[in-house]
Structures are given as C-alpha cells and as structure tokens.
C-alpha cells in the first residue's frame, strides 16, 4: 500500500509529467534539427540575440548566467526553452493578473508630505534612501506608533493568539508554509471561532511551499468551516517561468489595527516544538498604528489578482490617529519579481553602503552576486563591522555548501563571518549603527532577491532598533566564528561549488 501511496501522490504525478515534457521538447527540437536546417539555422541565430539581450538588459548577471552557458551549450534546445517558458508569462492568467492588480493597487499607497518632510530633515544623509522607498519603490514611510521585536517564534506565537481572540472584524494570513500542528492547530482554532462570531478570515498559502505539508485539497477543508481561502500560484505539470515566482511573504493583519510579520511561518518548527535542523532562530514582529495600512493593501494586492471580490479596499484599511509620541519612522514594504524594481536589494545595498560603524546581518542562505559581494567588502575597507550570522546547522545540505563557498572570499575582504552553533538562523535582518534594522522575510540569495514576492518592515529612528541589534549580538555569542583557515578546501571541491553556483537561481 505504501507503494501505490508513493507512486500515485501529487508530487510523483508533477514530477512525471514534467519529465515527459522535458523529454517532448528535447525530442522535438532534435528532430526538428535534423529535418528542418532552416529551423535550426532560426534557432542558432535566436541563441546568439538571446544571449546578447539577455547580457545587456540584465539586472543580476549572475544569476541569469545559467541561461547563457545552458543557450550556449545547447543552442537549439536551450533557445527553444528559453521561447517556451518566456511566452508562458504572456499567456499566464496569473501573471497577468498579478501584473495588473499590483499595478492598480500603488495609488493606494498615500505617503504623507510632512511625515517624509520631517523624515527628511531629521535625517538629511539617508534622504536619497528614503525617497528611493517612499518614491521609487512607492511604499510610504509612517510615524511609528506601535513596533515590538520577538526574537523568537516561541515568544511571538502566544502574543499572535492573543491578538487574534480580539479580532472583530477581519483575519488576514497570507505565508509561505502552513503545516499541520500544535502552532497551525492552536490558530485555526480561533480562526474557525472567529467565523462563527461573523469575522470575516481569508487564509492565503504558497502552493508549493506547501506541497509536502497541506493535502491538494486543503483549502476546499478551509472553505467548508467558513474560511476563505487562496492556495497562491497553484502548480500545475506544465513549465511555466510563472511556476518558477512564489509567494514567500509572511503577513497577518487583525481589523486593519495590528500586523504580524518576521521570519517564521506557521509550522511547529518554527516555534521550536518540532526540533529536526537543532535549534530553530528566527523572528517574529508585531506592529499597530497607521503602518498597518500598508500591509493590508500588499495581502488585498494578491488576494484580489487570484480571488477579485473587494471592489474598494480603503474599506478594510482603518483610519488610525496618532496617539503618543511617536518613535522613529517606520514604513513596510514588499517586493514583486513582476516589475523592473529589486527593492529588497536595493534597501539592502542601502543600508550597506551608507553604514558608518557597523552593519549586522543575519541570514539563513547566503547565494548572492558579484555586486553584492563587492559591497559587503567594500564597506569592511572603510572600517565599517560588518558581521553576517549563518545556520550552524544545514536544512539543504547542498544550499549551506554554497552558502559555505563564500566565507573565504568575504573574510579574505575583512567580513567576520560567524556560524549559529545550536542550530538553524531563519531569520532575517539588516540593523546598521544604532539608527537603522530592517526585519522581514528576504534571504540572501536569489529566490528572495529575484524571484519570489517577499515583504519587510524598515525602521529608522526607534529605540526598538536597539532591540534588534539585541538579538543579534545575543545570537553572535552563540555562534561560531569562521577563521580563514576553517576555508581551505581540495581544488575539486572548490571546483564542484563553482559549477553549483551557477544552478543557485533554481535552488
């Protein structure tokens, strides 16, 4: 019986099917080879203006390389490919539809002249910098009313339960993974409560981060018990660039009052209750006030482009007035891989490139360009701190040897590289000279960079930055320092990383 389970499940269906697509097209384009030259000499020609295209309009050469070597290897079926998969993204319903509502969805983003103003005049040497986020990137800075740091899922989780038995009006999740368990279990609780009560609860999951963890079926068990709900980007057999764009942001949002995000989604590894890769570091934040807004028009943006139905979302955005002294300046943000803008990146290389002092940075995959690499040692040559904190403790073992392949070059250059020695760093976080932390869900590498929709949550300003300098000096004196001789490895070895790196954009 365990034989058939295996064969017949979904991922061994996807698997097979895109197998003998893979097989087809090669196939075709042999024969086409042979009996077709005028075809051929087509595609030959197609390879070198490919090619060509592909090198002047990139925006990260390195991680479009592998379409370069693969072209050139293979002229014909690798031209051909390239056609396939670039038309599906004229063709896909979704992408089309993602393109569109996002697009329509910037108008309502509203930043507020004297808050950028004050911003602006408080912080005259980061000016180009904000005005890239509010302006360029299009998402607004606020005054922050309500910012708290969880430097762990387990701290975070019950603060998240508590804020949900309060909801009144609406429930909006939208992650990456969902995993059956203590900590999914202990919110969908509520949530089926909350619908009972008249609470309006839409549920939003990345359909292949969820592949191996949530039945094909899922969200029809969902809709049953009242929950709305949204498997994003369904995948399908067919190859599509679009299969290849997954929706990795982590985002609640209660009455348009309080909004959850960080590293974590909502499995019980994340809390620490199922312990497989050591113990699991990683982060949650909550804010309130008027940035909320914000993170409930980038989770109306994607539910509307796959399931339309709010002809208005001012309706669910809450008017919230300021109370208090505020404390810095906060403004949430997210990235799409539909558009020109690699706004992680460039708020990243910001915060980087402007660093005085120090710039501390966690993250659990390091898989990142030339330029990238040139800015983390450029900043060390000006005598800026700059630290990058690693997993101790692989979750992908080939991903953590790429990331690994990087140490020597980045220490070589006056980085300080360390290791989280009791387990796996999910989080991830930029905090820079006592002013400046960015906290969200974007790794260092090219999915998040490139190809996924990803969200963050920049501050500048707030006392609540020192928090998060907290934690990562907490986690440095619970890691591992990584010395330049820990980098010496065989020249096969070094070989075998090198030719890894060039699949990095697929891992």
Same mark, same amino acid.
């Given at each position: 019986?365990k034989?058939?389970k295996?064969?017949? $499940?979904?991922?061994?269906?996807?698997?097979?099917?895109?197998?003998?697509?893979?097989?087809?097209?090669?196939?075709?384009?042999?024969?086409?080879?042979?009996?077709a =030259?005028?075809l051929?000499?087509?595609?030959?020609?197609l390879?070198?203006?490919?090619?060509?295209?592909?090198?002047?309009n990139?925006?990260?050469?390195?991680?479009?390389?592998?379409w370069?070597?693969?072209?050139?290897?293979?002229?014909?079926?690798?031209t051909?490919l390239?056609l396939l998969?670039?038309?599906?993204?004229?063709?896909?319903?979704?992408f089309?539809?993602?393109?569109s509502? %996002?697009?329509?969805?910037?108008?309502?983003?509203?930043?507020?002249?004297?808050?950028?103003?004050?911003?602006?005049?408080?912080?005259?040497?980061?000016?180009?910098?904000?005005?890239?986020?509010?302006e360029?990137?299009g998402?607004?800075?606020?005054?922050?009313?309500?910012f708290?740091?969880y430097?762990?899922?387990?701290?975070?989780?019950?603060?998240?339960?508590?804020?949900?038995?309060?909801?009144?009006?609406?429930?909006?999740?939208?992650?990456?993974?969902?995993e059956?368990?203590?900590?999914? $279990?202990?919110?969908?609780?509520?949530l089926?409560?909350?619908?009972?009560?008249?609470?309006?609860?839409r549920v939003?999951?990345?359909?292949?981060?969820?592949?191996?963890?949530?039945s094909?079926r899922?969200?029809?068990?969902?809709?049953?018990?009242?929950?709305?709900?949204?498997?994003?980007?369904?995948?399908?057999?067919?190859?599509?660039?679009?299969m290849?764009?997954?929706?990795?942001r982590?985002?609640?949002?209660?009455?348009?009052k309080?909004?959850?995000?960080?590293?974590?989604?909502?499995?019980?590894?994340?809390?620490?209750?199922?312990?497989?890769?050591?113990?699991?570091?990683?982060?949650?934040?909550?804010?309130?006030?008027?940035?909320?807004?914000?993170?409930t028009?980038?989770?109306?943006?994607?539910? $509307?482009?796959?399931?339309?139905? @709010?002809?208005?979302?001012e309706?669910?955005?809450?008017? %919230?007035?300021?109370?208090?002294?505020?404390?810095?300046?906060?403004s949430?943000?997210?990235?799409?891989?539909l558009?020109?803008?690699?706004?992680a990146?460039n708020i990243?290389?910001?915060?980087?490139?402007q660093?005085?002092?120090?710039?501390?940075?966690?993250?659990?995959?390091?898989?990142?360009?030339?330029?990238?690499?040139?800015a983390?040692?450029?900043? =060390?040559k000006?005598?800026?701190d700059?630290?990058?904190i690693?997993?101790?403790?692989?979750?992908?073992?080939?991903?953590?040897?790429?990331?690994?392949?990087?140490?020597?070059?980045?220490?070589?250059?006056?980085?300080k590289?360390?290791?989280?020695?009791?387990?796996?760093?999910?989080?991830?976080?930029f905090?820079? @000279?006592?002013r400046?932390?960015?906290?969200?869900?974007?790794n260092?590498?090219?999915?998040?960079?490139y190809?996924?929709?990803?969200?963050?949550?920049?501050?500048?300003?707030s006392s609540?930055?020192?928090?998060?300098?907290?934690?990562?000096l907490?986690?440095?004196?619970k890691?591992?320092?990584?010395?330049?001789?820990d980098?010496?490895?065989?020249?096969?070895?070094?070989?075998?990383?090198?030719?890894?790196?060039?699949?990095?954009?697929?891992?």
């Amino acid at each position: 019986m365990k034989i058939l389970k295996y064969l017949f $499940n979904r991922a061994t269906f996807m698997i097979l099917m895109i197998v003998i697509e893979v097989a087809i097209l090669i196939g075709v384009s042999l024969w086409f080879g042979r009996y077709a =030259a005028w075809l051929e000499g087509v595609l030959r020609v197609l390879s070198i203006v490919i090619v060509l295209m592909i090198v002047k309009n990139s925006r990260h050469l390195s991680s479009d390389m592998i379409w370069v070597i693969l072209i050139i290897a293979a002229p014909i079926a690798g031209t051909a490919l390239r056609l396939l998969l670039s038309s599906n993204m004229f063709f896909s319903r979704t992408f089309r539809s993602l393109v569109s509502t %996002t697009e329509d969805y910037r108008k309502y983003y509203k930043q507020d002249p004297e808050t950028l103003r004050s911003l602006n005049e408080e912080a005259p040497e980061f000016k180009g910098q904000f005005h890239y986020i509010a302006e360029d990137a299009g998402f607004p800075f606020y005054r922050n009313t309500g910012f708290d740091y969880y430097p762990l899922g387990d701290d975070g989780y019950p603060v998240m339960l508590e804020e949900l038995r309060k909801a009144e009006k609406f429930i909006f999740l939208e992650y990456f993974i969902i995993e059956e368990g203590k900590m999914w $279990n202990g919110i969908l609780d509520i949530l089926e409560e909350k619908v009972k009560q008249g609470v309006e609860v839409r549920v939003m999951y990345d359909d292949l981060g969820s592949f191996m963890t949530l039945s094909a079926r899922y969200a029809n068990t969902l809709e049953k018990k009242g929950i709305k709900c949204v498997p994003f980007n369904r995948i399908n057999p067919i190859i599509g660039i679009i299969m290849n764009h997954r929706d990795h942001r982590k985002i609640m949002v209660i009455d348009g009052k309080v909004a959850f995000s960080g590293g974590i989604n909502l499995a019980d590894e994340y809390i620490n209750v199922k312990v497989i890769h050591g113990h699991w570091k990683d982060n949650i934040i909550r804010i309130t006030g008027e940035a909320v807004r914000s993170y409930t028009l980038m989770f109306l943006t994607h539910w $509307n482009a796959l399931r339309p139905e @709010d002809e208005d979302p001012e309706v669910f955005c809450r008017e %919230t007035p300021i109370e208090g002294t505020a404390d810095g300046y906060i403004s949430p943000y997210g990235e799409t891989p539909l558009d020109d803008e690699i706004t992680a990146q460039n708020i990243y290389m910001g915060i980087l490139n402007q660093a005085k002092d120090y710039c501390y940075i966690m993250t659990p995959y390091l898989i990142i360009d030339t330029e990238f690499i040139n800015a983390l040692i450029l900043a =060390a040559k000006h005598g800026v701190d700059v630290r990058l904190i690693t997993p101790g403790v692989a979750d992908k073992q080939i991903v953590w040897r790429i990331t690994q392949s990087y140490y020597g070059q980045l220490i070589d250059g006056g980085v300080k590289v360390y290791e989280y020695t009791p387990g796996f760093v999910h989080a991830k976080v930029f905090v820079s @000279d006592d002013r400046i932390a960015t906290v969200g869900t974007v790794n260092l590498d090219y999915r998040s960079l490139y190809l996924h929709f990803e969200n963050g949550t920049y501050l500048y300003g707030s006392s609540k930055v020192n928090d998060v300098k907290d934690d990562v000096l907490d986690t440095l004196e619970k890691s591992r320092q990584i010395l330049p001789e820990d980098c010496n490895i065989s020249f096969f070895k070094e070989l075998l990383l090198a030719f890894l790196r060039l699949f990095a954009p697929l891992m």
